[in-house]
């Protein structure tokens, strides 16, 4: 009977430490979700969020809603940069296409919308690409027009074609990837902190005049 129990109990203290690594792997397992939280976002609905929270109000106007499919009094959310700021000069845009959730004051994104234009002397070239928020490609086309020597567009001049979807989803990337990491957009130079002049220890008699700055 003693050896009896001298054996259950060595095999309890075999079990409990075997099972040891387990509930500390489990426990490291726990206390790492605890950090990390909810998995990361995907880029591109991380981005939407971004504009949906930092971007200005914007609509499509009713012919450019029209020709991407959407409801021309469904507002968006828009971001821009200007070709000064892009490396291949190129105007970019986006438009994150929202309608109001009922009974609630937040909005829902159904549509993405990036423009990507080029203009030369009395031409334009845009590429328009219309995304789910899932990153899907619902619609990509060309847009080109005529523009006055103003840079307006000459009306009547405006052609749109469908982009082949090998080259639409070699356009959409390179808009991804500036969008998303900032690939093409200008580094602004830093600006140097000017340092404080110390103020003097003794108050000058006559201050010197500043010239013009």
């Excluded at 309608?99 to 993405?112: A, F, G």
């Excluded at 005529?146 to 080259?167: I, R």
């Excluded at 808009?175 to 000058?204: M, N, R, S």
């Amino acid at each position: 009977m003693r050896l009896l129990s001298r054996l259950g109990v060595f095999i309890v203290l075999g079990l409990s430490i075997a099972f040891v690594p387990a509930f500390v792997n489990a426990a490291q397992l726990n206390a790492s979700k605890r950090q990390t939280g909810k998995p990361n976002e995907p880029p591109l609905e991380k981005f939407i969020h971004k504009v949906l929270a930092e971007g200005y109000d914007n609509d499509l106007g009713p012919n450019l809603a029209r020709v991407l499919g959407l409801d021309p009094n469904h507002k968006t959310k828009g971001s821009e940069r200007f070709k000064d700021d892009c490396l291949d000069n190129r105007y970019r845009s986006v438009n994150v296409v929202v309608e109001k959730i009922p009974e609630s004051d937040r909005l829902k994104p159904i549509s993405v919308i990036f423009l990507a234009k080029k203009t030369q002397p009395g031409a334009s070239d845009s590429n328009w690409f219309k995304l789910k928020p899932d990153g899907s490609i619902e619609k990509a086309f060309r847009g080109l027009g005529k523009l006055t020597d103003d840079g307006h567009g000459v009306p009547g001049s405006a052609v749109d074609v469908d982009l082949d979807p090998d080259e639409a989803k070699v356009l959409l990337k390179r808009e991804l990837d500036f969008w998303l990491k900032g690939i093409g957009l200008k580094k602004k130079p830093v600006e140097t902190a000017k340092k404080a002049a110390p103020e003097p220890t003794q108050k000058p008699e006559a201050p010197a005049k500043s010239g013009p700055k």
